[in-house]
């Protein structure tokens, strides 16, 4: 029997303020869970409803169980989507630190060659002081213009312990120099 509502003995349409007769029985089928899972189960209603409102209930359950398959499918989107946003925010993070890490290196070099940059000037600066000395030195060796045979025997053997010294002192820095190297 095709459930309806009934008056003066007739069965007519359940749909608010239809008033046609039952035409036909339609089977609502209703999800009793919305959670995340293909599978679900339905509990069906059996609704007296006239043609028209027959095939309008039809269509409407059809659309309903169709947004039930898809808010399985819009859910594991979503489940996607913040996996990918959590993956994506933790490499912007390691990005950050690695690009951190090599600005604080960036800084480090900069400085040392800052520092660098002003030993060179200094020690251009004490070699231009040294060439100075060495040219007024030259300049002062060219205006008396001794040689080294006019100079007296015990000046002569001074200059040549100096000259002996020298060389073996320069001899030991440049192999200390190369000891270090």
């Known amino acids: 029997m095709m459930?309806?509502?009934?008056?003066?003995?007739?069965?007519y349409c359940q749909r608010s303020g239809c008033r046609r007769r039952?035409?036909?029985?339609?089977d609502v089928e209703i999800p009793?869970?919305?959670?995340?899972?293909?599978?679900?189960?339905?509990?069906?209603?059996?609704?007296?409803?006239?043609?028209?409102?027959?095939?309008?209930?039809?269509?409407?359950?059809?659309q309903l169980l169709e947004a039930r398959v898809e808010h399985?499918?819009?859910l594991t989107v979503i489940a996607h989507a913040m996996t990918e946003d959590a993956r994506l925010r933790a490499e912007v993070e390691r990005l950050e630190n690695d690009l951190a890490f090599g600005e604080g290196a960036l800084s480090y070099v900069r400085d040392r060659t800052e520092r660098a940059e002003a030993d060179l000037v200094e020690a251009e600066g004490a070699i231009a002081y040294q060439r100075?000395?060495?040219?007024?030195?030259?300049?002062?060796?060219r205006r008396r213009?001794?040689?080294?045979?006019?100079l007296p025997a015990d000046q002569q053997a001074a200059l040549r312990t100096v000259h002996s010294e020298l060389s073996s002192a320069?001899?030991?820095?440049?192999?200390?120099g190369g000891e270090s190297a």
Do not use: K, M, N, P
């Open 132 to 141: 100075e000395r060495a040219d007024r030195a030259e300049a002062g060796l």
């Open 32 to 62: 009793l869970d919305w959670s995340a899972t293909h599978g679900f189960r339905t509990v069906t209603v059996t609704i007296g409803a006239c043609r028209e409102d027959g095939r309008l209930l039809d269509r409407l359950l059809g």
């Open 145 to 150: 213009r001794l040689s080294f045979a006019e």
């Open 170 to 176: 320069t001899a030991e820095a440049r192999f200390r």
């Open 22 to 26: 039952v035409d036909r029985a339609v």
């Open 72 to 74: 399985f499918d819009l």
């Open 3 to 11: 459930a309806g509502t009934y008056r003066h003995g007739r069965v």
